[in-house]
C-alpha cells in the first residue's frame, strides 16, 4: 500500500508541473499583452480564461484518474472474480493497488477450492467405508450414547432399518456383561457378542465416538467350549499330560489331580522318568503310530491296544488304560494329549484269563478246528493237525509249508496277495483282525473256499505270535455262485421263465415273463400258474402234464395261454422239476416262448 500512495503522489505531481508549466506560459503571454496593449479587460479576460482552461484541464485530468485508476480496476475485479466463479483459473491483471486486492482474492479462491475437493474426497472415503465396506461402524454421540450414523454393515447386521437405529442409543442394544466380549442384542432378539473398537473424536465442538463392531459370537462359543472341556477334564477321573513328542517327553501341561496318582508334579517332568522301564519302548512305539495314523481312515479308536505301567505316589507301579490325540502346535511341532484311567484291578484280571488261556493255546494245534500259529518277527507258520489232514496230507512235512513263503503250496495263486497284505494291515496296526476269504489248494489240486480269522492274543509288542483259524465256506460260496448264475440267467434269457415251489405257488419270474404275459413279478408271485391258462385244454391234458413232470422230470410241448389282457397265444413251453440229493422234488421252472401262428 505504500508504494501505492507514491505512485499515486507521483502521478498527481506531473499532473501539477504540467498545470503549472501552462500558467506560467499564460502569465508571460499575459506580460506580453500588459506592455503592448493598456487595456486591463483584456488583461482580466485572459486570466480568467486561463484560470478556466487551468481548472478544465484539472478536472479533466482527475476525471481520467478516476476511470483509469478505480473505476476500470474495480470493473476487472469483478470480471477476475467472474471468471474465478466459472472455473476459469486467470493470472490477477490491473494496477498496483488493485494487483494486491486480486492475488489475495486468487489466493482465498484456490484455498478454497483445495478445501472444497478435500471435502470432496473425505465424503466419497466416507461413503464408501460406510455404504460399501463389510465393516460394522457405529457413530456414537459422546454426551448421551445416542447412535448418529451406522454404515450399512451395522445396519445389516442388527436387523433394524436405518432409521430406527438413528432413533436409538448405544444402551438400547449394548447388554450389561462382565464376559471378554460385549453382549448386543439384535432386531429378532438374538444375543451377538462382539468386541467394540471405539476410538473418541471431536466434530463440530461435539465429542464423539467412532466404533468399529466385530462380530465375536463364534470366539465366544469356542471359549465356552474350551472352559466346558476344561472343567470336565478337571472333573474326570482321568490324569491329563500334554507333551511336546521328542526324545524326552517334557510335560507342557498338567490336570489338576495330578497328585491323586503320580508321584512328580514338576512342570519339567519327563513322562518316560514315571514309566515302567519294560513300557517305554512299546509305548513310545504305539504312539508313533497313533500320529502317524491321526485324521487317516485307520484312525478309529484313540486308546492305545495295552495297558501301561507309571509309578503312583505309594512308589509302586499301577496299570493305566490310555487314550492318545496328537496336533501341531504353533510352533510345528507335534503336541501329544495322553488320558490315563486307572486300569490297575482289570490288569490283573486280564493277566489271570491270559496265563489261562496261554495254558489251553497248545490245544488248538491239536484240536478239530482248521488251527494255525504265525511268528511275524521269524515268519514260522505252524498248522493243527486236522487243518493238515483236511486239505489231504499226511502230516506237516508231507505238506511242506513251514515258514510264509511256502504259503504258495496250499493257497491259490490269485489269493496269495489277499492273505500276505491282511497280515501286514494287521501287523502296522491297520486293523485289529484278520480276516479275509481265500482259495485253499488240496493235495490232489482241488480248491475250496476258506474264512481266515486270526488274532494276536496279546499286543504284538509283547509277543509276535497270532492264532486263526480257517473255516470252509466252499457249500456257501457255491451257493453265492449258483445264485448268481441264476440271476444271470434269469435276467439275460429271451424265453420267459417262472419257478414255483413244491406246491406250484409262483416264486419268481424274470422280465421276459412280463414282457410276453403282461403280468408283472408283482400280479403273480405266490399265485399259481393257472392265471395263465386258457380254455383251449381240458382238465385231461393238464394232467398228463404234471405226470410226465413227477415221473420223467420234465415236460414239453406247444400249449395255448392267455395272458392279462385275455388275449389267447400260442406258445412252447418246458418244465423241469428240481430234485435234491434225495430225489426229492423241491422246484419247478418252467421256460416258455411265443409262437407266431
Known sequence: MRQGRVFLASGLLRRAIAILVIFIAMSIFSLYFIFSNDSVNSIMYLYFSTF???LLALFLDIFLYIKNNIILPIANTKIFIDKLAAKEIIAPVSNLDFYYINNSIYEFFTSWVCAENSLKYYIEYYSLLFDKSDIKILFIDAKDGSIMDASRCAVDFYGYSKGELLTMSIFDIQIDDKSSYKKHKLSNGDIKFVEVISTPVSLYFNDSYFMIILDATKAQEKIEGLNSEISMIENNPAIVFKFVYADEWIVTGLSSNINLLIQNNDKNLDLKSICHSDDIEPLSLEIKRKIKLENSIYDTKKELDRSYRFKLVSGEYGWFRIFVSSSKNINGEIEVTMFLLDNTNQEILREILISKLKRHESRILSSNLLGFEYFASSGVLKFSVDFV???????????GVGSIEDIYKIVYRDDIDIFIDELDRYIDGSSRLVECNVRLLKK???QIYAKIKAKALDTLNDSDEIIGTAIDISDHQRYVVQNALTNAIMSSSINGILICDVNGDILDVNDSFTKITGYSKED???????????????????AKMWSDIK????????????NRAGEVY????????IKDEHDIIQRYIASFYKIME
Open 52 to 54: 478556466i482552461i487551468v
Open 389 to 399: 489232514e483236511y486239505l489231504g496230507y499226511k502230516n506237516s512235512i508231507d505238506m
Open 444 to 446: 490232489d489240486g482241488k
Open 524 to 542: 403273480v408271485i405266490g399265485k399259481k400258474p393257472k392265471v395263465l391258462r386258457s380254455d383251449k385244454h381240458d382238465n385231461v391234458f393238464y
Open 551 to 562: 415221473h420223467f422230470g420234465s415236460w414239453s410241448g406247444k400249449i395255448y395261454n392267455k
Open 570 to 577: 400260442l406258445e412252447h413251453l418246458v418244465i423241469t422239476a
